[in-house]
């Protein structure tokens, strides 16, 4: 019982104690604040992600694709957990604004969908700025629902000066060429005309939150640009499935239920003409097809968490050094404790009590102060950008919206019990060496 | 006089310290034996070894030779639990400086003995009987208006007193006093003097260690101690 009154008076009376109180409070703060706007982004990278491939993708990165997939297509359908299935053309292509006198070409990635089912599979409705609503209306040019229409990604479509206005067609007019594959990868037309152009109108923004869709994609109709990509003869032609499951099933479990499938449809289509297409063909969920990009962003937080184990060792110095003084400090007290028949073990518990206070405090106020912070930071970050034009992630660079502010429970109790941790392990040698302390010398020098 | 009338032996014991590379033996064959409800005083040199000979006495301090007894049995054999208990039950020092916690107020300072000996569930078991106890010991002394007030808060006298209750908390057999008077004037060591005096009156084994003469007059029995010896008995 006296460790407890002990520790708790040395924690009130021993001002030194502040010091050790304000540092780990400080690195709770920062941990706290960090943490939370970190993994915040990497949770919103991941889920833009998600959104933008749904659960699960068959398919090949050949430019040729792969044939019979509107079969298997039909075969998924049938399947109990499979809510939705949305084939997908994606290529290169060039595009130029026709009626612009620039004349500028670009090359962009086109993907080819057909937006009723996409908008089931993937969160693309709810990226497009005009048909939030009624997705099937996406590539419906409002000024001519007859012609066909493109959707650009936002910040592409910035580029090309197509953001904003709607009614008319104006110089939203792209014409888009592709270069028509055959099964085998060659060129479909080799001669003079080598190359499919077709003219797309200006329908609609997708908004997909991520930098890379954003600023290279434009959505074209499925069959348009199946036709454009010479994958629609003779034998139709896709490049990806994108899947979503049903709600209640795991993406690792449905997608290995469809590897199995697909690995029977292989087999049964393996006499079939172009059936060497199919062995190139892939089945991932939706975190292995996005790898390239997810990757680099966990990485990132992995290194912001070593980062901050490096920050957790300052500290664990910082509670050695402020426990080594205290006890230097509290010698007196630990020779009149063993003189009135305290052990070495409490002498220790005291100590690691006490440590364990500065820890449980430094992180409530440090958990506290972060979680006012967070709640306040995009206002902050709002007044900082208003008076003096500086922003923590630039908008034009980051396809972020406001500056996740959530601290996850999770998060806030590894926080704290890693900084009870530190305090713990920063104390543990000078609380050793208090509990070793010999009485009767430690008397004679405060006599001394 | 048989064994059992002692309460406290020594039989031939000797320290000594490393002081750099020197080895200093401060105690070299120390013969004593305490009585029951004795008053004895140790009187000595600065130097000579009183004060690590009642450390010894009081388990505090381990002799490289030699036996300690209390109550006849060997305090070597005792395990580092049982002196623990026995620092805490059965002997009470009492320091020149007085050595209370700062952080602990007066009240606190006198039953810190019985709560260390407790857990958290026993303590709150035993807390009012202890701070009833304690109460009480400071009314003897003569501090009841001082109990909430901080130990840096009280005069020297003051302070001695509040030491002496804490020694006297768990009523232990044997009170070790260290210099009690050492760091206090005539008048308020005399008033020390006093209170041991009544508390030996009551039966009360006290070893107390001093340099004057005068003081150790006090007590009912003077031993000196030259060179590490005991000289005169």
């Not at chain 2, 140790?42 to 505090?60: E, F, N, Q, R, Y």
């Not at chain 2, 202890?130 to 109990?147: C, M, Q, V």
């Not at chain 2, 909430?148 to 020694?167: F, N």
Request: overall charge positive; charged content about 20%.
């Amino acid at each position: 019982m006296h460790e407890i009154i002990l520790a708790v008076r040395y924690l009130l009376r021993r001002h030194i104690t502040y010091f050790a109180v304000l540092a780990v409070t400080l690195c709770v703060f920062i941990v706290a604040v960090v943490m939370t706007v970190m993994t915040g982004l990497v949770d919103e990278f991941k889920q833009k992600n998600h959104n933008f491939v749904g659960d699960c993708v068959i398919g090949t990165e050949s430019l040729v694709g792969f044939p019979y997939y509107e079969d298997f297509v039909k075969i998924l359908g049938g399947c109990d957990y499979v809510e939705a299935v949305s084939p997908i053309i994606k290529s290169y292509a060039l595009i130029s604004q026709t009626g612009v006198e620039t004349g500028r070409n670009e090359g962009v990635e086109i993907m080819g969908i057909e937006p009723g089912k996409h908008g089931k599979v993937t969160g693309f409705s709810g990226t497009l700025s005009y048909n939030k609503d009624d997705v099937s209306k996406a590539f419906k040019p409002v000024y001519d629902p007859n012609l066909a229409g493109f959707v650009a990604g936002v910040e592409l479509g910035r580029r090309l000066g197509i953001q904003g206005g709607y009614g008319t067609a104006g110089t939203r007019v792209l014409a888009v060429s592709c270069f028509p594959l055959t099964a085998k990868g060659t060129l479909a037309r080799a001669g003079t005309d080598l190359v499919n152009t077709k003219t797309f109108y200006y329908s609609d923004t997708s908004q997909s939150g991520l930098v890379y869709v954003d600023g290279s994609m434009i959505y074209l109709p499925f069959e348009q640009a199946q036709l454009l990509c010479g994958m629609s003869e003779p034998v139709k032609r896709a490049n990806w499935l994108y899947i979503k499951f049903r709600p209640g099933v795991k993406f690792i479990t449905g997608c290995e239920k469809v590897s199995l499938l697909w690995r029977d449809f292989v087999k049964e289509r393996s006499n079939q003409t172009q059936a060497d297409l199919l062995d190139k063909v892939t089945v991932q969920n939706w975190k292995d097809y996005r790898r390239a990009f997810i990757a680099p962003v966990e990485k990132e937080q992995v290194m912001m968490t070593v980062m901050f184990g490096l920050v957790g060792i300052t500290t664990v110095f910082i509670i050695f050094v402020v426990f080594y003084m205290i006890i230097g400090h509290k010698s007196k007290d630990i020779g009149v404790l063993k003189s009135i028949g305290v052990s070495n073990m409490s002498v220790m518990r005291l100590f690691c009590g006490f440590a364990f206070l500065i820890g449980l405090l430094s992180s409530c106020v440090g958990l506290f102060g972060g979680w006012l912070f967070l709640l306040e930071i995009n206002k902050i970050e709002g007044w900082l950008f208003k008076h003096f034009g500086f922003q923590l992630w630039d908008r034009t660079i980051y396809a972020i919206g406001d500056i996740p502010n959530r601290m996850g429970f999770g998060v806030a109790a590894i926080i704290a019990l890693s900084a009870i941790i530190v305090c713990l392990a920063g104390a543990f040698l000078p609380s050793r060496q208090a509990a070793k302390l010999n009485p009767v010398e430690t008397l004679r020098v405060s006599q001394i | 006089m048989s064994e059992n009338d002692f309460i406290l032996q020594a039989a031939g014991v000797y320290k000594s310290y490393k002081m750099g590379v020197a080895e200093v033996c401060v105690l070299k064959g120390i013969d004593l034996a305490v009585k029951r409800s004795e008053f004895l005083a140790i009187v000595g040199a600065s130097g000579s070894g009183k004060s690590t000979l009642l450390h010894i006495l009081g388990s505090l301090d381990k002799p490289d030779k030699g036996a300690v007894k209390f109550e006849g049995r060997e305090l070597s054999r005792h395990s580092g639990r049982e002196l623990n208990l026995f620092r805490n039950k059965t002997v009470g020092f009492v320091f020149q400086f007085y050595h209370l916690l700062d952080e602990l107020n007066v009240l606190e300072n006198v039953y810190l003995p019985a709560m260390v000996s407790k857990g958290i569930v026993g303590w709150l078991g035993s807390r009012k009987q202890a701070k009833k106890r304690a109460e009480e010991l400071l009314a003897e002394l003569g501090l009841s208006e001082r109990a909430g007030h901080k130990p840096y808060e009280l005069s020297g006298g003051e302070r001695q007193r509040v030491a002496i209750g804490r020694a006297l908390m768990n009523e232990p057999k044997v009170l070790l006093a260290d210099e009690p008077t050492g760091n206090l004037d005539s008048a308020t060591g005399n008033g020390i003097l006093k209170v041991l005096e009544k508390l030996n009156k009551t039966g009360q084994t006290i070893v107390m260690v001093t340099h004057d003469e005068r003081i150790a007059q006090r007590a009912s029995r003077v031993i000196m101690l030259a060179d590490g010896k005991i000289v005169n008995k």
